[in-house]
């Protein structure tokens, strides 16, 4: 079993920043990587990023791509997403999620490819 927590949610005005954290712990050695997907109310879960231990990344082109990075603290079993130059539209539910096979890695962008979820934290942009 691997928990995931994320934290650094919150109201931020548009053109802002945050960052994301998602603390994992359990078996985090069984891991292949991890992504960060986001939920609007009314809408599908979105991917947003991933990354893989391998130095594999993928980003959302459309929506993301240049004002989010996703990075790691191997040493905190920590994941982040660094979010800049927020829009309204980027006001979710954002979760993190973890990958435990390099074979899922071609998953990375749909929520099957992830075995555990975190809770969730809100975003909100206002405009």
């Known amino acids: 079993q691997v928990q995931l927590v994320e934290s650094g949610g919150g109201l931020v005005q548009a053109g802002g920043s945050l960052r994301l954290s998602c603390a994992a712990s359990?078996?985090?050695?069984?891991?292949?990587?991890m992504g960060w997907f986001r939920q609007a109310p009314g809408k599908e879960r979105e991917f947003v990023a991933a990354?893989?231990?391998?130095?594999?990344?993928?980003y959302n082109e459309n929506t993301v791509k240049g004002r989010f990075v996703i990075s790691r603290d191997s040493a905190k079993n920590t994941v982040y997403l660094q979010m800049n130059s927020l829009k309204p539209e980027d006001t979710a539910v954002y979760y993190c999620?973890?990958?435990?096979?390099?074979?899922?890695?071609?998953?990375?962008?749909?929520?099957?490819?992830?075995?555990?979820w975190g809770q969730g934290t809100q975003v909100t942009v206002s405009s």
């Open positions: 990354m893989n231990w391998s130095g594999g990344r993928a």
């Open positions: 359990g078996r985090t050695f069984s891991t292949y990587g």
């Open positions: 999620a973890a990958q435990m096979s390099r074979d899922l890695w071609r998953q990375a962008t749909m929520p099957t490819g992830y075995a555990y």
